[in-house]
DNA sequence: TAATACGTTAATGTATACATTAAAACAGAT
DNA sequence: ATCTGTTTTAATGTATACATTAACGTATTA
């Protein structure tokens, strides 16, 4: 399936950063044409898309990049609110061996360095990985397919907002916190840290979603 | 999209209700024949129930009806304890109407009166359409349908169960407390009992599971 | 002019033919 | 007899041809 896996990877990396942007439509004939391929696997990974919700097959009309409202994003913040704080209190109650501590240390590192220099990008990438870094390590898959998922959605609006907010100090401070109580095995407070950090993202993001006047990007 | 529809139907009832058990393999073809169709749109409801975690593409070996091994049910109550609860404290802080309450009432009847009558087939669906309920009411379409392929997928291991059992008469009762807390809003509460409610469920479930000695199915 | 009915078009949905490739079977050699 | 290399086979992966059908445009009529 190297064709199928193919065209997935070019279109979901072209839909993330906005090559394809929200509300594009084509045929998929012309997504065909456009990865140099049959329809056939192109199809394939176009559903695979819809599942990831990406993108919507709009039957007769082809297939449409999926617009970001407040409102999706309201709801993925909210699935989020309830997982990734399970995830992490759940952390704590194993505890973590040393390399895995260095993992999520030398994350957090990257965050602050990133914050420091002013490179949102880096601050932007290091701020998924940590988050991913987290699933991976809690270990259960479904979860991990699901909220990546889920993440990937999330990624484009805050690419967006990035840049249209204070610089994120508070939410680098969060990391660090939610790393310590990890690390220090306190379930409850490594799950209310998370909890608050992103009760506090969603709020940021949404606000500006808001204002922006950006219901539906 | 009538064919696949189709074919996604059936082969998932069939799954369901373990007509296809457990590890049942079967080539592509094998299975378009059955359904009567051509392997093209079979193989694209095939890739729905993969997604939906009932079968497994194997490279070159075919389709795999996938066993749910205690640990994969260990997962999926992992996710349902995180989810559920916090549906059900957000249906309890928002408030529901007399109609949606009559609805969640009537099932929860549905519920009891099976139980009294020891019809257990009747129970259980009564108690899955409880749970389903609670998520269609919440509204978030993301967590309605993720939640919902994980109640498929904890389907067959638990009818399973249901007859290695004692009678459901705690998760009986905690239907009724959960139903209580979401129309007094008391969301914390809710969330409580409902969280109760799973832990009991997956414990219960578990256990026998590892008595069985079936720690794949 | 507006509305409706009909024909055309273009997109998906489906079947099928073909290419690719991994596994199994077999043969030969050590 | 076993291991290895090769051949065969059979399954998926892919391309393509065809069927179906919804949408659009056009023409006719009220």
């Given at each position: 399936?190297a064709?199928?896996?193919?065209?997935?990877?070019?279109?979901?990396?072209?839909?993330?950063?906005?090559?394809?942007?929200?509300?594009?439509?084509?045929?998929?004939?012309?997504?065909?044409?456009?990865?140099?391929?049959?329809?056939?696997p192109?199809?394939?990974?176009?559903?695979?898309?819809?599942?990831?919700?990406?993108?919507?097959?709009?039957?007769?009309?082809?297939?449409?990049v999926?617009?970001?409202?407040?409102?999706?994003?309201?709801?993925?913040?909210?699935?989020?609110?309830?997982?990734?704080?399970?995830?992490?209190?759940?952390?704590?109650?194993?505890?973590?061996?040393?390399?895995?501590?260095?993992?999520?240390?030398?994350?957090?590192?990257?965050?602050?360095?990133?914050?420091?220099?002013?490179?949102?990008?880096?601050?932007?990438?290091a701020?998924?990985?940590?988050?991913?870094?987290?699933?991976?390590?809690?270990?259960?898959?479904?979860?991990?397919?699901?909220?990546?998922?889920?993440?990937?959605?999330?990624?484009r609006?805050?690419?967006?907002?990035?840049?249209?907010?204070a610089?994120?100090?508070?939410?680098?401070?969060?990391?660090?916190?939610?790393?310590?109580?990890?690390?220090?095995?306190s379930?409850?407070?490594?799950?209310?840290?998370?909890?608050?950090?992103?009760?506090?993202?969603?709020?940021?993001?949404?606000?500006?979603?808001?204002?922006?006047?950006?219901?539906?990007?």
């Open positions: 399936m064709r199928v896996e193919d065209a997935y990877e070019q279109l979901k990396s072209q839909i993330l950063d906005q090559r394809l942007p929200f509300g594009f439509q084509a045929t998929e004939s012309e997504i065909a044409d456009l990865v140099d391929m049959s329809r056939t192109v199809r394939e990974a176009l559903l695979r898309l819809q599942f990831d919700g990406l993108v919507e097959l709009v039957p007769r009309r082809g297939v449409r999926s617009p970001v409202s407040a409102s999706d994003m309201a709801d993925i913040y909210e699935i989020l609110m309830a997982l990734e704080p399970a995830a992490a209190a759940s952390l704590a109650s194993r505890g973590l061996n040393a390399p895995e501590i260095e993992r999520l240390e030398s994350i957090t590192r990257d965050m602050e360095t990133a914050l420091a220099d002013d490179d949102l990008d880096a601050w932007a990438m701020d998924d990985r940590f988050h991913r870094e987290i699933l991976s390590l809690h270990g259960n898959r479904r979860l991990t397919a699901f909220v990546s998922a889920l993440l990937d959605q999330a990624h609006a805050r690419m967006i907002t990035l840049r249209l907010r610089k994120p100090i508070a939410s680098t401070q969060d990391h660090r916190d939610v790393l310590a109580h990890i690390v220090n095995r379930p409850e407070q490594a799950k209310a840290s998370f909890a608050a950090h992103r009760e506090r993202a969603a709020s940021e993001l949404l606000a500006i979603l808001r204002d922006l006047r950006l219901p539906q990007l």
